[in-house]
């Protein structure tokens, strides 16, 4: 009973989603998220929680699975949701996530993940404190451009094969993690997911930009200038070690796939278009209003991510290691924490008259003012082990859900939130999906990587101490 009721409910999404002409508009339909209880969390914590230690505890039997346990617990969403309060409301809040936030979301991921795949930095450097800085300088600036993911994609073999003949350099990549693959992406929509589920929800696309740039200088130039000092003290003592021969020697320096730059230059302005040009046009799926804007934005960055497939050569992806594996896991995952995350959402709006009402307390100030620092390390803290996108949402809506209100009369607390997230995705392995990513490549390409607890000790002993004084400075 419950499995047909869940294979009619996600028919019904799949139809609206391939077919929009033919699906009727409906009455929207409202969750009651004052009645509900934190049972209604249990799919979306029990997802997060599968993400988390999957991996780690049953690689074996997640590697082969987790798109059966995403749909587990997605129908162990929907279906309570359509028995409690109705197929037509159960279908208009999924779908609602679905069409307005998931599919321009993956949608994006997609193509910088697609376009980035296509551009090769060949040749080789010698891996000295000053290339090494400059390269992670230069990967946190592109990441706020092309995505955390599309920068630590194309920097991570350069950055691997420049410093391959050092005995410690496990240390290189680590702050790699740190730097290209969550700090750096702070300034654009397009830097980190969870900006993007800001972006929207109606963040401005330049409100990052403007209002996190302290934050992230000051931040991104500690963990720099620590790097620095470290692989300085650490090349000096490699000077005495025995030398080990250079797997990859020196070469120039070339970078590939050039065709693909303007088709990132494209993604941007696609963005830039949909947040400018307001048409006032829009369609109606099941009671979701679709902004042609919107529509038009993301068809044209799909566009762009498959041209990007026809002008770029095989032999460069293959020299990237490119291969789908990544964007689709990415692609199941997320639809799961889309759709669970929907009664989460509908208990926040409830704010204090919900069952999550002790969370709000939590980064509430006695006079119901929010509490910025509180709303940092909370969403921080939450990033390091859980994804950072759906972490940022809940507690975008847990401060009021208004991007016009928090962009203004709150723009610290929602900077507070941004900040949190897309830093603190950098404590684990697991708080941003780069984070893995590369952790996987250095660990195939013989990088002596520490393990889980072991990354922790290093983003304990690096991070924590430099977030602590960044909360202090911002956010008091």
Not at 48 to 74: C, D, M, Q, R
Not at 305 to 330: M, Y
Not at 366 to 375: C, Q
Not at 378 to 385: D, K, R, Y
């Amino acid at each position: 009973m419950r499995f047909a009721a869940a294979l009619t409910a996600g028919a019904v999404v799949a139809v609206a989603t391939l077919f929009p002409g033919i699906a009727l508009a409906a009455e929207a339909h409202e969750l009651p998220g004052e009645t509900m209880s934190l049972w209604w969390a249990l799919p979306f914590a029990g997802l997060l929680l599968s993400i988390a230690t999957g991996p780690l505890l049953f690689h074996h039997v997640w590697e082969h699975h987790y798109g059966k346990i995403t749909f587990f617990w997605a129908a162990l969403a929907v279906v309570p949701l359509a028995v409690a309060f109705g197929m037509p409301s159960a279908t208009e809040a999924v779908l609602h996530t679905l069409l307005t936030e998931y599919m321009s979301f993956i949608i994006l991921l997609f193509a910088l993940f697609t376009i980035s795949g296509g551009i090769l930095v060949a040749g080789n450097i010698h891996g000295t404190p000053l290339v090494n800085a400059g390269l992670l300088l230069i990967g946190a600036m592109l990441a706020s451009v092309i995505g955390t993911t599309g920068a630590s994609m194309i920097l991570i073999r350069p950055i691997l094969r420049a410093n391959d003949n050092r005995p410690f350099n496990a240390h290189v990549v680590i702050f790699f993690i740190f730097l290209v693959s969550n700090i750096g992406g702070s300034l654009t929509p397009l830097g980190d997911p969870p900006l993007f589920v800001g972006f929207l929800r109606g963040v401005d696309f330049f409100w990052t930009t403007t209002n996190l740039y302290q934050e992230t200088l000051f931040v991104g130039g500690l963990v720099l200038a620590v790097f620095l000092a470290l692989d300085i003290i650490l090349h000096r003592r490699e000077a005495g070690a025995p030398k080990i021969k250079d797997p990859t020697p020196d070469t120039k320096i070339r970078i590939q796939g050039l065709p693909n730059v303007p088709l990132l230059a494209g993604v941007i302005g696609a963005i830039l278009l949909s947040a400018t040009w307001k048409p006032g046009v829009a369609f109606s799926v099941q009671g979701v209003s679709l902004e042609l804007q919107n529509l038009v934005r993301d068809a044209i960055i799909l566009a762009l991510a498959f041209l990007s497939l026809g002008v770029s050569r095989k032999s460069h992806r293959q020299a990237n290691n490119f291969h789908w594996e990544p964007i689709a896991e990415v692609a199941k995952l997320f639809a799961g924490i889309f759709i669970c995350i929907v009664p989460v959402i509908a208990i926040l709006r409830a704010g204090a008259n919900g069952a999550l009402a002790p969370l709000v307390s939590l980064v509430s100030s006695p006079t119901g003012e929010p509490n910025d620092l509180a709303y940092f390390w909370m969403t921080g803290a939450l990033s390091s082990f859980l994804d950072n996108a759906p972490t940022y949402l809940v507690f975008f809506e847990l401060a009021g859900g208004d991007p016009q209100y928090l962009m203004t009369t709150f723009a610290s607390t929602l900077a507070a939130i941004s900040a949190g997230a897309v830093f603190m995705g950098a404590n684990t392995y697991i708080g941003n999906a780069p984070n893995f990513m590369v952790y996987a490549i250095a660990r195939h390409r013989g990088v002596k990587m520490p393990g889980f607890f072991g990354y922790m000790a290093w983003s304990g002993a690096v991070l924590i101490p430099i977030f602590l004084i960044a909360g202090f400075l911002f956010f008091r």
